[in-house]
């Protein structure tokens, strides 16, 4: 799968063809931490939030420039979001494309699986990655910055707060907010 991909972005340098690399992402109002300081002795308490409200996003990204597409959703994300945010997609695609994604339910659904047909024909590939790889799909990174680095303490105010702090900085990936992936 490794060399399946890296003759695709071989063939994206030439300017043969871009690969997109698309998964999704989950908000709500429970900050994500990946540690905390304490002294000994001392307990810290965060107050906990229900996840009753969620921003589901997919998105698809081009990592030949950092350019984003996000089609975010209040609502589950179903493999129709993903049908219809790729039928968006491709008007905007200026060559040949190679769609990468994980082994998501939503990516494999039936619905999904009934365009491929038609999208290959209308110039995009669908390239499944192998279970487990995560670290294939450089998307990954796009979503540890937003969630790790880029979204302000002060976005987890309100659910309407959270909403419009995501979709900001997705808004300005690859102006504001920038990723190299050297």
């Known amino acids: 799968m490794e060399r399946a991909l890296a003759r695709f972005q071989k063939l994206e340098e030439a300017g043969r063809c871009q690969v997109l690399f ?11 931490l990946p540690y905390l300081w304490q002294k000994k002795g001392q307990t810290v308490g965060l107050p906990a939030q229900a996840h009753r409200q969620r921003l ?21 994300l179903t493999a129709q979001h ?35 047909g038609e999208w290959r024909r209308r110039g995009l590939r669908l390239l499944f990655l192998p279970p487990y790889c995560p670290h294939l799909n450089v998307i990954e990174v796009l979503w540890r910055q937003v969630k790790y680095r880029w979204l302000p303490v002060g976005a987890y105010q309100g659910f ?13 990936v690859g102006t504001k907010y920038r990723i190299t992936f050297a």
């Open 22 to 32: 698309g998964d999704e992402s989950g908000f709500c109002l429970q900050p994500c």
């Open 56 to 76: 589901s996003v997919l998105g698809l990204l081009r990592s030949s420039d950092g350019k984003l597409w996000h089609f975010p959703t209040r609502e589950r």
């Open 82 to 116: 993903v049908v219809d945010s790729v039928e968006s997609l491709l008007p905007a695609l200026e060559k040949p494309a190679v769609l990468v994604l994980d082994n998501a339910g939503v990516h494999r659904a039936r619905a999904v699986q009934e365009k491929r």
């Open 160 to 172: 309407a707060t959270l909403c419009e702090s995501v979709t900001g900085i997705l808004d300005q």
